[in-house]
């Protein structure tokens, strides 16, 4: 049940958007974006408009820490399409926020058919 409620939480939320109240990315984050990029284009892809198609930050534990979650189904890997998704759905990472920008990996999971509310 907690793993649907964390995914139901991360998918509605509205994709990230820059602004002065949000920290820069976390450097545990932009390696696991980095790692995405480099698998796309080794998939023989090319990684395209990514800037608010994938990725969502907010403090989804109560701590006052941002914290990011990446939904794979909306990297759009141009060229191969399928690299991070397909009939079994894709994965959802999220990231956990911790003092000094910094983060760690908290959850992932598969999730199927969902998407961001409006």
């Known amino acids: 049940m907690n793993r649907f409620v964390i995914v139901w939480v991360v998918c509605m939320l509205p994709p990230f958007a820059a602004s ?3 920290p820069a ?4 984050v932009a390696a696991h974006i980095e790692g995405m990029k480099k698998y796309c284009r080794d998939a023989g892809g090319e990684p395209i408009n ?6 969502v930050s907010a403090d989804l534990n109560g701590d006052g820490q941002t914290d990011w979650a990446i939904d794979e ?23 956990a926020g911790t003092p000094g920008n910094r983060a760690h990996q908290a959850f ?7 998407g961001r509310a409006p």
Request: negative net charge; glycine residues 20%.
């Open 50 to 55: 990514l800037e608010d198609s994938f990725l």
């Open 20 to 22: 002065a109240a949000t």
């Open 73 to 95: 189904a909306g990297f759009n890997c141009d060229g191969a399409q399928s690299t991070f998704g397909g009939s079994g759905g894709s994965q959802i990472y999220v990231f």
């Open 108 to 114: 992932v999971h598969g999730a199927y058919g969902g």
């Open 25 to 28: 990315m976390p450097p545990e």
